[in-house]
């Protein structure tokens, strides 16, 4: 026995909520592997780096200005999206 639920319109299609947009599993997975590789890449290429600038990487607030860009970005993709 199927019900409906309450706030979705008789014979609406919940998963069409964003036309044209939809994430399956494997391009959720890819695209965490993808966000495991770079962060993983970025550890190896730190371990790298004179100790000065490893100095400056641990003790400024670089990682939280690179987290505040890349999440403005993020957000603006998402706000403009197809352009």
């Given at each position: 026995?199927?019900?409906?639920s309450?706030?979705?319109?008789?014979?609406?299609d919940?998963?069409?909520?964003?036309?044209?947009?939809?994430a399956?599993?494997?391009?959720?997975?890819?695209?965490?592997?993808?966000?495991?590789?770079?962060?993983?890449?970025a550890?190896?290429?730190?371990?790298f780096?004179?100790?000065?600038?490893?100095r400056?990487?641990?003790h400024t607030?670089?990682?939280?200005?690179?987290?505040?860009?890349?999440?403005?970005?993020?957000?603006?993709r998402?706000?403009?999206?197809?352009?």
């Amino acid at each position: 026995m199927v019900t409906e639920s309450p706030e979705a319109p008789r014979g609406a299609d919940p998963t069409d909520a964003q036309p044209g947009w939809r994430a399956s599993g494997r391009d959720v997975a890819i695209v965490s592997v993808v966000a495991v590789a770079i962060v993983l890449g970025a550890a190896a290429v730190t371990g790298f780096l004179p100790t000065e600038l490893q100095r400056i990487v641990f003790h400024t607030p670089l990682t939280i200005a690179v987290l505040v860009i890349g999440t403005g970005w993020v957000l603006y993709r998402i706000a403009r999206p197809g352009r």
